[in-house]
DNA sequence: CTCCAGGCTTACG
DNA sequence: CGTAAGCATGGA
């Protein structure tokens, strides 16, 4: 265990981990969660970030991905007023390079969830059948650890109907049937064509793992939150013909109109709208 | 009680 | 093709 000090500039610690993005960091005195098996303690001091965990420097680094040019993904994303004061208000806010099994597992619990729920399940998954790192914190269950779980086990986790598809996603990955880390050699329209083979994962929470794990940063995941906000601003540049279709007319719109970036111009949307509702919800 | 939550699958026209 | 119910659970 060590403690050492990251230069960080354009980075919020508070807003990246409190964005709805990552389900698992709490903060305490520090910020306190864990990454790959290990527990990470941080908090801020202007552009410096203390840690204080057994990764080194450079894994920190990647997993708050402190190596993307801030600056040129808001000069591409910045296309009107909103995005341009988004980006001020919550300058620093970056995605993080979450563990693709631990994102995808996560995500699969979003469905049809509330931030609240998902996050009780998560924890509750991991304290049954991940593995106790110190007091109070377990690693995220392996896919071998889930794939032979009994499904009354998994009741305990309040999952409801997405334990099954927890569990055969696990159970895929486990056999070596589904080659989740090969997702990152692959496009984004090959991972996404790949990811929605899984059962109980759709176009929305392929997005979120290709955007959130693999950073595929053209991926534009459309929620129900996203989807009010996008029409709110944005109803008269795209048109949307058949209702089922809605949330792809609005994604595809997004990747045009953002760009190469539009990820990023998600993740902001979206705190905008998380900062509406929070209080009660978190 | 009803409605909704970071959706998706299946059944039915 | 297309839409719509149903899905566990918890809170407003």
Redesign the pocket.
């Known amino acids: 265990m060590s403690m050492y000090r990251i230069h960080a500039p354009d980075f919020n610690l508070d807003l990246a981990l409190s964005?709805?993005?990552v389900f698992r960091w709490e903060k305490k005195e520090r910020w306190t969660g864990v990454v790959n098996g290990a527990v990470v303690r941080a908090e801020q001091e202007g552009s410096e970030l203390i840690i204080e965990s057994v990764l080194n420097k450079k894994s920190i680094q990647d997993y708050f991905r402190l190596d993307d040019d801030l600056e040129k993904i808001y000069s591409e994303i910045r296309k009107d007023e909103l995005m341009t004061s988004l980006t001020l208000k919550y300058r620093g806010l970056r995605l993080i390079r979450q563990d693709p099994w631990e994102c995808l597992a996560s995500?699969i619990c979003?469905?049809?969830?509330?931030?609240?729920?998902?996050k009780?399940s998560i924890r509750l998954m991991c304290e049954c059948f991940g593995n106790r790192i110190e007091n109070g914190y377990y690693s995220f269950p392996t896919p071998d650890a889930l794939a032979h779980v009994e499904l009354c086990d998994m009741?305990s986790c309040?999952?409801?109907?997405r334990a099954p598809?927890v569990r055969s996603a696990a159970a895929m990955i486990a056999e070596g049937e589904f080659d989740l880390k090969g997702i990152k050699d692959l496009s984004y329209e090959e991972g996404r064509a790949e990811l929605?083979k899984?059962?109980?994962?759709?176009?929305?929470?392929?997005d979120?793992v290709l955007l959130f794990a693999f950073g595929k940063l053209e991926s534009f995941?459309?929620?129900?939150?996203?989807e009010q906000i996008m029409e709110r601003f944005y109803s008269e540049k795209f048109n949307v013909l058949?209702?089922?279709?809605k949330?792809e007319v609005i994604a595809d719109f997004a990747r045009m109109y953002f760009g190469k970036f539009c990820g990023y111009a998600?993740?902001y949307l979206?705190l905008e709208d998380m900062e509406k509702?929070s209080g009660?919800?978190i």
């Open positions: 964005c709805g993005q995500y979003s469905s049809n969830n509330t931030i609240r729920n998902i009780n009741a309040r999952m409801g109907f598809n929605t899984i059962k109980g994962v759709g176009n929305k929470i392929a979120c995941p459309v929620d129900t939150h996203i058949k209702k089922s279709k949330r998600q993740e979206y509702i009660q919800d």
